[in-house]
């Protein structure tokens, strides 16, 4: 296979391109203060074929030995409850995720909310996952300290994000708390 450089360079442009018109959402005025998240509980979400697993989050020094990103703590495994996620500027492929306190029967894993996990950062998009074995079941715009509009996720998830979190599986947020679509 021949390397093109010239389509090569379109593709990187055109990625450029479109995470320069992303908007930042920041914490909402009068929000509180929550705890900064660790690697003990803040993971990166992916996906294989319908199965999701968490992986150790790159953002944390913890998980760096000579300078190289490594797995030296097992993530838990994804148990049938809600997640909630993060996507940064700084990663925008990438979900970032984290259990409160509420939602979690894994007390060891909790953290305050979506700030723990953006570390009290702007962030591109935040909300809420719902999980039954390891398979997805929703997610939503449900973010108390970002508040997305749910029509945000059109412009502001990258392809890879958008993979992750397939449109057919979100619900506003309205749909999320009231109709609990899981459980239909």
């Known amino acids: 296979m021949k390397f093109n450089q010239d389509s090569t360079y379109e593709k990187i442009q055109s990625l450029f391109d479109q995470l320069k018109g992303k908007k930042y959402l920041s914490v909402k005025d009068g929000m509180p203060q ?28 913890e998980n760096y030995v000579n300078g190289k990103f490594v797995y030296w703590h097992c993530p838990p495994i994804i148990d049938s409850h809600m997640y909630i996620f993060v996507i940064l500027p700084e990663y925008p492929c990438s979900v970032f995720v984290g259990t409160e306190t509420a939602y979690s029967p894994h007390y060891q894993y909790c953290l305050d909310g979506h700030t723990s996990i953006s570390l009290n950062l702007d962030v591109l998009y935040a909300g809420s996952l719902r999980f ?6 929703a997610w939503s715009n449900m973010s108390g300290h970002y508040k997305p509009e749910s029509s945000d996720r059109f412009k ?6 958008k993979r992750i979190l397939p449109e057919e599986k979100f619900y506003n947020l309205r749909d999320f708390l009231i109709t609990k679509p899981w459980e239909n």
């Open 34 to 61: 929550q705890d900064e998240g660790t690697y003990l509980n803040v993971f990166s979400l992916e996906k294989s074929g319908e199965h999701y697993y968490l992986l150790p989050c790159p953002i944390f020094k």
């Open 132 to 137: 039954q074995q390891s398979k997805l079941l």
């Open 156 to 161: 502001q998830l990258t392809p890879n994000v």
